[in-house]
Nanobody, 124 residues
Framework: QLQLVESGGGLVQPGGSLRLSCAAS????????IAWFRQAPGKERERVSC????????IYDDSVKGRFTISRDNNKNTVSLQMNNLKPEDTGVYYC?????????????????WGQGTQVTVSS
């Protein structure tokens, strides 16, 4: 059974940091393009970042560029999202998703596999 599980969410003050992790079971994350999405209450899901299966190239939404870093650890079969200088507008449920295609495709269509999400709340 193919499964993605996110962890690392929580409550943090503005300017703080969190590190989200996406762990896979039943398949090898290194064979997939992995993306992070987020959804705030009452808003549509939005793209955050992506790391490609082919060359580990990365894409970031302009809203997180310079603050968030996506990385892959093939030994642990995980993908992480390091989030620094967090802002209240970063609040939402963060989801990782996996698909065997490119970042452009993953970020513009519906990826094959999704985790259950982890809540990130940025508030003072």
């Amino acid at each position: 059974q193919l499964q993605l599980v996110e962890s690392g969410g929580g409550l943090v003050q503005p300017g703080g940091s969190l590190r989200l992790s996406c762990a896979a079971s039943g398949f090898t994350l290194g064979d997939y393009t992995i993306a992070w999405f987020r959804q705030a209450p009452g808003k549509e899901r939005e793209r955050v970042s992506c790391i490609s299966r082919s060359d580990d190239s990365r894409i970031y939404d302009d809203s997180v560029k310079g603050r968030f870093t996506i990385s892959r650890d093939n030994n642990k079969n995980t993908v992480s999202l390091q989030m620094n200088n967090l802002k209240p507008e970063d609040t939402g449920v963060y989801y990782c998703a996996a698909d065997p295609t490119s970042c452009i495709t993953v970020l513009t269509t519906y990826p094959d596999y999704w985790g259950q999400g982890t809540q990130v709340t940025v508030s003072s």
